[in-house]
């Protein structure tokens, strides 16, 4: 049996150090000199982000608009097209006419309206001259120097008169005979009563005579008797003519009043009739002034001077519809802005007076620049249009001299697409990496 013998390793010392420490040390000292490093990082960083500030921005989209706003071309009435005198992007000047509407309709009416005035006016002539009771009609200078349609009307005004004039004059003639025969006829009762009168009289003295011879019985009663039944026959035929007098000179009033009737029902009908055509003229001069002022409209003018943009109108012949907008001119003189569309959700961090930096995306980025500008104007309230998200307008005007950074090849035009990056308050970075987890612990631990 064989012995294996095991041998014992002895530390050394080296000025009494313990030579097996060394590799243990340079651990320690490398995590420690670690640890201050990253502490010294992390309170230079957290420094710097607590104390830095940083400016952030805003991208808003926009777009190169006019500072007045396009005029919109219209027409009130609408119709159809006669003739399209301009073409799209063709420069026009104010006052320019544009487009002819076809008026021929108008005119048919207006013509109409015109006629049924003169009607008008020479009837209401007609009966004014009849309401007074003249004996000729006085027509307005405006129809009596008319055409030949005007003085065929006045003509047959003219007639309708003379013929109610002859007929009032033959019914007072017819009246005034029946006056005459009646006055005939009390004039022959008048005659009649006087013949009766003085034959009672002459009876009335012989009855007296004899009524005294018959008293002292010197004449026979027998034959006095007649003469008093005559006596009382002609006093009842005195009065019965007495009440044919009465009776013809009541009829005589009453054809009078006939005759004055004629003149009276001729001004009453005339001022009823008068009063129908006065309504009548008022509406029809109403008219008239709408179809004249209508007729005015027939040429659609530019409102400025611009270039003529969108038109609509392309078919002579083609119908407008009232109000519906045909077109539109750029100002030629008004100034360019930028409109942009900003976030609601940004719009806390943004407000007037803001820097701003533009980008024209419509130009080479390589050598176009960043312009600069500020905000002027935010809109009170959002906007919508369409189905497009809600917004609020923004209007961002370039710094003095920065369009000219852009050369002479560039140049802005209405429509053109802006990239806009609005400036907002300073923060420091740390805020930028706090405020996420801070929203986030908001939202968390908010009650349901």
């Given at each position: 049996m064989s012995t294996r013998t095991i041998g014992v390793r002895h530390p050394t010392f080296v000025d009494g150090i313990d030579g097996g420490a060394e590799p243990s040390f340079s651990i320690i000292a490398r995590l420690v000199l670690g640890v201050l490093l990253g502490?010294?990082?992390?309170?230079?960083?957290?420094?710097?982000?607590?104390?830095?500030?940083?400016?952030?921005?805003?991208?808003?989209?926009?777009?190169?608009?006019?500072?007045?706003?396009?005029?919109?071309?219209?027409?009130?009435?609408?119709?159809v097209v006669g003739?399209?005198?301009?073409?799209?992007?063709?420069?026009?000047?104010?006052?320019?006419?544009?487009?002819?509407?076809?008026?021929?309709?108008?005119?048919?009416?207006?013509?109409?309206?015109?006629g049924q005035l003169v009607e008008l006016s020479a009837k209401k002539a007609r009966l004014l001259a009849e309401r007074d009771g003249l004996r000729d009609i006085a027509f307005p200078p405006s129809l009596s120097?008319?055409?030949?349609?005007?003085?065929?009307?006045?003509?047959?005004?003219?007639?309708?008169?003379?013929?109610?004039?002859?007929?009032?004059d033959?019914?007072?003639?017819?009246?005034?005979?029946?006056?005459?025969?009646?006055?005939?006829?009390?004039?022959?009762?008048?005659?009649?009563?006087?013949?009766?009168?003085?034959?009672l009289a002459i009876l009335t003295s012989e009855h007296g005579k004899l009524?005294?011879?018959?008293?002292?019985?010197?004449?026979e009663s027998s034959k006095f008797l007649p003469i008093?039944?005559?006596?009382?026959r002609l006093t009842g035929e005195q009065?019965?003519?007495?009440?044919?007098?009465?009776?013809?000179?009541?009829?005589?009033?009453?054809?009078?009043?006939?005759?004055?009737?004629?003149?009276?029902?001729?001004?009453?009908?005339?001022?009823?009739?008068?009063?129908?055509?006065?309504?009548?003229?008022?509406?029809?001069?109403?008219?008239?002034?709408?179809?004249e002022?209508?007729?005015?409209?027939?040429?659609?003018?530019?409102?400025?001077?611009?270039?003529?943009?969108?038109?609509?109108?392309?078919?002579?012949?083609?119908?407008?519809?009232?109000?519906?907008?045909?077109?539109?001119?750029?100002?030629?003189?008004?100034?360019?802005?930028?409109?942009?569309?900003?976030?609601?959700?940004?719009?806390?961090?943004?407000?007037?007076?803001?820097p701003a930096k533009l980008r024209f995306t419509a130009f080479n980025q390589r050598t176009t620049p960043e312009l600069k500008g500020k905000l002027v104007y935010v809109s009170p309230s959002t906007t919508k249009v369409g189905k497009d998200d809600a917004f609020y307008v923004g209007y961002v005007e370039l710094n003095e001299g920065e369009l000219t950074r852009l050369g002479e090849r560039a140049r802005l035009v209405p429509g053109m697409p802006v990239e806009v990056h609005v400036t907002t308050e300073e923060r420091t970075a740390l805020s930028y990496l706090v405020k996420p987890i801070q929203d986030q612990f908001t939202r968390s631990f908010r009650e349901r």
């Open positions: 502490g010294c990082l992390l309170i230079g960083v957290g420094g710097w982000a607590a104390t830095t500030d940083l400016n952030g921005a805003i991208m808003a989209p926009g777009a190169v608009t006019v500072d007045q706003n396009a005029k919109a071309v219209q027409h009130r009435d609408g119709g003739s399209i005198l301009v073409r799209d992007g063709q420069a026009v000047t104010a006052g320019q006419v544009l487009i002819r509407i076809d008026d021929a309709q108008t005119r048919a009416e207006l013509a109409i309206i015109r120097n008319g055409d030949g349609e005007t003085l065929a009307i006045i003509d047959g005004e003219s007639r309708l008169f003379r013929g109610n004039l002859a007929s009032r033959s019914q007072r003639q017819q009246l005034e005979l029946q006056i005459g025969q009646v006055d005939e006829e009390v004039a022959g009762l008048v005659k009649q009563k006087d013949a009766k009168r003085d034959e009524q005294g011879l018959v008293d002292k019985h010197l004449f008093s039944r005559d006596r009382h009065g019965s003519l007495e009440a044919s007098i009465a009776r013809a000179r009541v009829r005589t009033s009453e054809i009078r009043v006939q005759l004055l009737a004629i003149a009276d029902t001729a001004r009453t009908e005339a001022q009823k009739e008068l009063s129908v055509v006065d309504a009548k003229l008022a509406e029809l001069g109403n008219r008239r002034i709408a179809l002022d209508r007729l005015t409209r027939t040429e659609i003018r530019s409102p400025a001077s611009g270039i003529l943009h969108e038109l609509k109108a392309f078919t002579v012949g083609g119908v407008v519809t009232p109000a519906d907008v045909l077109a539109t001119v750029v100002p030629a003189d008004a100034p360019l802005r930028i409109e942009i569309r900003i976030s609601p959700a940004s719009i806390d961090q943004i407000g007037v007076g803001r």
